[in-house]
């Protein structure tokens, strides 16, 4: 698998933490790991990365902030990666999202960096991350959350994307020359 180039992606999210314009969500696909987006405390916060065209998404990379002031590494519990031609612009944070294919979930996980393989091979030009679940001692949002481990929101510094190559072109496998490649696990070949 190759990663993708970010230039002219897209990229959305529900709300936004407002602190000095600082948390964008540019910062998750700009490639900086010393910047980030930054959520506000919600039940189901999400980013959503659209891509240039449709491709075949094998792996997506995602990266946290890396100086996490609180010591702790909790920002990929219970994440849900998702792929698919659906747009999720304007979905609600308050509200699971349930569109496009299920790429890869999380659990407990901890780390700077989570590789999140895609279960299968999925086609689709949009890539959304969103907090699916909480653990049972989860607060409600409205009460302090940096008095507890599972912290309702995300921050993500950076996202790759990993597609398919052709063997024979030494190009991305788009939407279009799917029908030309046959899927092996090592990638896209022409049969």
């Not at 999210?13 to 980030?36: K, M, R, V, W």
């Not at 987006?37 to 919600?42: A, G, L, P, T, V």
């Not at 909790?74 to 944070?93: H, K, Q, Y």
Request: charged residues 20%; hydrophobic residues 30%; contains cysteine.
């Amino acid at each position: 698998m190759t990663k993708l180039s970010a230039e002219n992606w897209q990229v959305d999210s529900s709300e936004t933490y407002q602190y000095n314009n600082q948390y964008l969500t540019t910062n998750a696909i700009n490639g900086d790991l010393n910047n980030f987006w930054h959520s506000i405390f919600s039940n189901f916060p999400w980013l959503q990365v659209e891509l240039a065209e449709e491709y075949i998404i094998g792996r997506v990379d995602v990266s946290t902030r890396i100086d996490d002031t609180n010591g702790e590494l909790v920002r990929f519990n219970f994440l849900e990666v998702r792929v698919g031609d659906m747009d999720a612009t304007g979905s609600s944070e308050d509200a699971k999202m349930c569109i496009n294919q299920l790429c890869h979930r999380t659990g407990d996980d901890l780390g700077l960096v989570k590789p999140m393989k895609c279960v299968s091979p999925l086609k689709g030009k949009f890539v959304t991350i969103q907090k699916y679940d909480h653990s049972p001692e989860w607060p409600p949002y409205t009460e302090d959350p940096y008095q507890h481990k599972n912290l309702r929101y995300l921050e993500i510094a950076n996202v790759d994307v990993y597609t398919f190559y052709c063997s024979a072109t030494d190009h991305p496998c788009p939407h279009t020359n799917v029908d030309n490649c046959a899927m092996h696990q090592d990638g896209c070949k022409l049969p």
